[in-house]
């Protein structure tokens, strides 16, 4: 699976959109881009995957490059009650593969 | 959205004791994980399940055990607990959305702390 790279941290104004990057330069055709959050002292929180097409949800919107070596997921409007610990894996087989390393903690200021 | 519960949240418990934490999943996910996270530290998957009676190491090695009898139920067993076992842990369980496509969902957490 390939390995990802992303900012330690981030800051970004409450109501103002969320751009958080995601290198995964070595990413092969088959393996999907997933964005899991994890909000303080809770479990992980799905938000998102796709593999190369742009995804929106209720959540975020997911951005894939051409070439499929980096991402972007965006919360388009962010709240207080994102600061959280954004991850970003890109693997095809199971579950168990996902890798939760550092993530990018993302801090919302009023 | 899958509805995964772990008790107790929290506990405390003396140096020695054996313990049983419990997951119980109610959506009918084969998959089941158990994970483990000190404070501010990253995720380590210490056991998995593809379905009932099939338990997998995970890449931490851990000295607890696991169980799946039931689909919906995963629980994890401490046989002597020990300080070093302090930590939270994290139960999930996966739907499949097509091909290799795998979501994770989450328990809230069992913050253990051994005295």
């Known amino acids: 699976d390939a390995k990802t790279t992303q900012p330690t941290s981030m800051d970004c104004a409450e109501g103002r959109a969320a751009n958080l990057p995601c290198n995964h330069s070595?990413?092969?055709?088959?393996?999907?881009v997933y964005w899991y959050r994890q909000i303080h002292s809770q479990g992980p929180q799905y938000i998102i995957h796709g593999l190369k097409n742009n995804e929106t949800n209720e959540m975020a919107s997911l951005i894939i490059t051409e070439d499929r070596k980096s991402s972007t997921l965006i919360l388009p409007h962010a709240t207080l009650r994102d600061t959280a610990v954004y991850y970003c894996n890109a693997l095809s087989e199971g579950a168990q593969k996902l890798v939760f390393g550092q993530g990018t903690r993302l801090t919302i200021n009023p | 959205e899958a509805d995964i519960y772990q008790t107790p949240r929290y506990l405390v418990i003396g140096t020695g004791k054996k313990i049983t934490l419990e997951c119980s999943q109610t959506m009918g996910h084969d998959k089941m994980y158990w994970y483990q996270q000190d404070p501010g530290m990253e995720l380590h998957l210490i056991h998995y399940s593809y379905g009932v009676n099939s338990t997998e190491k995970g890449d931490l090695s851990s000295e607890s055990t696991v169980s799946r009898i039931r689909t919906e139920h995963f629980p994890l067993t401490l046989e002597s607990a020990r300080p070093s076992h302090t930590s939270q842990y994290l139960c999930a369980s996966s739907e499949f959305t097509g091909g290799q496509e795998e979501k994770l969902f989450f328990g809230s957490g069992t913050q253990l702390s051994v005295l």
């Open positions: 070595t990413i092969s055709g088959n393996e999907y």
